[in-house]
């Protein structure tokens, strides 16, 4: 009887953890679920273009995430033929590093602007996700104008 128990016992544990490693699901030690690294935290629109972005898992990005409940609209500017410049309305956590951009990053730049990148360029920020599934023309073709709007919406849930 004792050894039915215990194999239970080591069947539910193996089913929840498997169930854990499939939903893409963690629970911390107060039990709740926690988004992993690259999870759908908001959706970034460009012109009313969804682009879709991995987000970093940071202070930076659940504060903009907060932000972004309801929706967040953001006028951008381009700068320098390499990026578009928007100010969030207010500042939010920063981790500023030196880092050399890639076409599609999105960072954070003095705590109160994002910064999506169809360019390069190397200069203090820090990294909010990157946009996937664009290669650089596309970007260009859709970041390479002159006022931009960015709009930004929580994920409900994340």
């Not at 500023?96 to 960072?107: C, E, H, I, N």
């Not at 390479?144 to 919406?153: A, E, I, R, Y």
């Amino acid at each position: 009887m004792r050894g039915l128990v215990v194999t239970v016992i080591l069947l539910v544990v193996g089913v929840s953890l498997i169930a854990l490693a499939l939903g893409g699901v963690s629970e911390d030690e107060g039990g709740e679920k926690e988004t992993e690294p690259g999870g759908d935290v908001m959706i970034l629109k460009a012109d009313g273009r969804t682009l879709p972005v991995e987000w970093e898992d940071n202070a930076s990005v659940k504060a903009l995430s907060k932000l972004a409940e309801g929706t967040l609209e953001i006028h951008a500017e381009r700068y320098g033929g390499f990026e578009q410049v928007g100010d969030i309305g207010s500042a939010i956590p920063s981790s500023d590093r030196t880092l050399t951009s890639s076409p599609g990053d999105v960072f954070l730049y003095s705590g109160d602007k994002i910064v999506v990148f169809f360019g390069s360029n190397t200069y203090s920020y820090t990294k909010l996700g990157s946009i996937v599934g664009l290669g650089q023309d596309e970007l260009r073709g859709i970041l390479d104008k002159d006022g931009v709007v960015f709009t930004l919406t929580a994920v409900p849930g994340e």
